[in-house]
C-alpha cells in the first residue's frame, strides 16, 4: 500500500523558515517524481515545486529562490526547506508522487497524496 505521510509544519513568524518532510512507502520511491503542492484557505490548489527521479528540481515562480525540494532515496524522504516565507506561503502542504519519473508542473492525479500538513505564517 502506497503511503505518504507529511510532517513539520506549524506557526512561523514571517521570514521564518520550516522544513516539511514527507515519508514514504509501499512503492519503489527513487523511480517516482514528487511534488509538493498546497491550498490556502477558499483556494485552490498551487502546485509548489517538484523533483524528478533523477534529482532535477523545478519550482513555481511564487517560491523560487526561497523554496528548496530535495529527496534522501535512501530514506524513501521527500523535504520542502521553506526559507524567508510570507502571510500568503499559508496553506495545508501535500507531498503528491506522480505517475512516472517525471515531474510536471501541475498537480499530479490525487491517486497517491499524503494527508497534508499546515503551515501558518503569521506574526
Known amino acids: 500500500e502506497v503511503q505518504l505521510v507529511e510532517s513539520g509544519g506549524g506557526l512561523v513568524q514571517p521570514g521564518g523558515s520550516l522544513r516539511l518532510s514527507c515519508a514514504a512507502s509501499?512503492?519503489?520511491?527513487?523511480?517516482?517524481?514528487m511534488s509538493w503542492v498546497r491550498q490556502a484557505p477558499g483556494k485552490g490548489l498551487e502546485w509548489v515545486s517538484g523533483?524528478?527521479?533523477?534529482?532535477?528540481?523545478i519550482y513555481a515562480a511564487s517560491v523560487k529562490g526561497r523554496f528548496t525540494i530535495s529527496r534522501d532515496n535512501a530514506k524513501n524522504t521527500l523535504y520542502l526547506q521553506m526559507n524567508s516565507l510570507k502571510p500568503e506561503d499559508s496553506a495545508v502542504y501535500y507531498c503528491?508522487?506522480?505517475?512516472?519519473?517525471?515531474?510536471?508542473?501541475?498537480?499530479?492525479?490525487?491517486?497517491?497524496w499524503g494527508q497534508g500538513t499546515q503551515v501558518t505564517v503569521s506574526s
Open positions: 509501499g512503492f519503489m520511491f527513487s523511480s517516482y517524481g
Open positions: 523533483i524528478n527521479g533523477a534529482g532535477s528540481t
Open positions: 503528491a508522487r506522480h505517475p512516472g519519473w517525471w515531474v510536471t508542473t501541475t498537480p499530479p492525479p490525487r491517486d497517491y
